[in-house]
């Protein structure tokens, strides 16, 4: 496979900053999304260029063993650990001997360990490495995750179905054994990982299963009680307001918060807050009615 310069790729310099490198891969991974180019083999093409670049450029640890390795930076640790043994021998006056009858140089080393010739000789045989790990991010609603659903992504030109469970948090990642880059040397596929980016457009704050809000009440309500009815994240329900509730009283919906992740059936809580509303204007009547009122609390 011929070597595919990673910085080239998104077009930026190898000076760029991990800002310049994220908002490269957006902007060209919009253009050439299959999505948006259906049965365009050279946008797919591209769109799996992209991907890879990304994957080793945005982590700063592969980006460090790219920039001095190359095309072998997945290798980088044996490369290093190899050239550490090298100088060993080299400082103690020594060749290496790896039981083949005679000394192996410095590239015999790297052959026999990365698929050249054979340590002992005659054959060759091929190391073995794990493919390179894919790392994809999923925008979703929060109202989305509220319930378990089944999603297609399409990674590498390779649609991916998958049941997102609900409760998924901001954030989380989950990791999909296999559907990484093939390995080489007959190594396993590397893995894929999916990192959760949830916006939330509801009234509800979220914090884990917990859900809160802040309800209006009429100041007539919390004075004299009754009942009133109120959004949950599922629904309506009613509640019923003591007599004399104070502004900032807080109450708990038990089971009416979100669903726990990977617990069928099971919830958290809403917590609701009730802010007292003040009326603002007023009728002649109702000024005289507040000050009947007023006189009577002062006597």
Not at 4 to 12: A, E, P, R, T
Not at 174 to 195: E, F, N, Q, R, V
Request: aromatic share 10%; no cysteine.
């Amino acid at each position: 496979m011929a070597f595919i310069d990673y910085y080239k790729v998104l077009g930026v310099d190898k000076t760029a900053t991990d800002a310049e490198i994220k908002k490269a891969f957006r902007k060209m991974a919009r253009k050439h999304h299959p999505d948006l180019n259906p049965n365009d083999k050279e946008a797919e093409r591209k769109f799996k260029e992209l991907n890879e670049a990304n994957e080793v450029l945005s982590s700063a640890e592969n980006r460090k063993k790219y920039d001095a390795h190359g095309e072998n930076w997945q290798h980088a640790e044996q490369y290093e650990q190899s050239k550490r043994q090298q100088q060993h021998y080299q400082r103690s006056g020594q060749q290496a001997d790896f039981g083949g009858g005679g000394s192996a140089d410095y590239s015999d080393f790297f052959e026999s360990m990365f698929g050249g010739r054979s340590a002992r000789g005659g054959g060759r045989r091929t190391a073995q490495f794990k493919g390179q790990d894919f790392n994809a991010e999923l925008h979703l609603d929060l109202k989305e995750v509220y319930t378990t659903h089944k999603r297609t992504l399409t990674i590498n030109g390779k649609n991916i179905r998958l049941t997102i469970p609900a409760g998924v948090e901001n954030g989380q990642v989950i990791k999909i054994t296999g559907y990484g880059a093939a390995g080489s040397g007959g190594g396993p596929k590397g893995d894929l990982y999916i990192t959760f980016t949830l916006e939330n457009h509801t009234a509800f704050k979220r914090d884990k299963e917990n859900l809160y809000a802040s309800v209006d009440l009429e100041l007539y309500k919390a004075i004299l009680g009754g009942d009133i009815t109120i959004d949950t994240f599922d629904g309506k329900v009613k509640l019923n307001v003591p007599a004399g509730t104070q502004n900032g009283t807080k109450v708990k919906l038990k089971g009416k918060g979100f669903p726990i992740y990977k617990k069928e059936g099971q919830f958290g809580d809403l917590y609701i807050t009730y802010e007292i509303k003040i009326p603002i204007s007023l009728s002649e009547k109702e000024k005289e009615l507040f000050t009947e009122l007023s006189t009577l609390n002062a006597l």
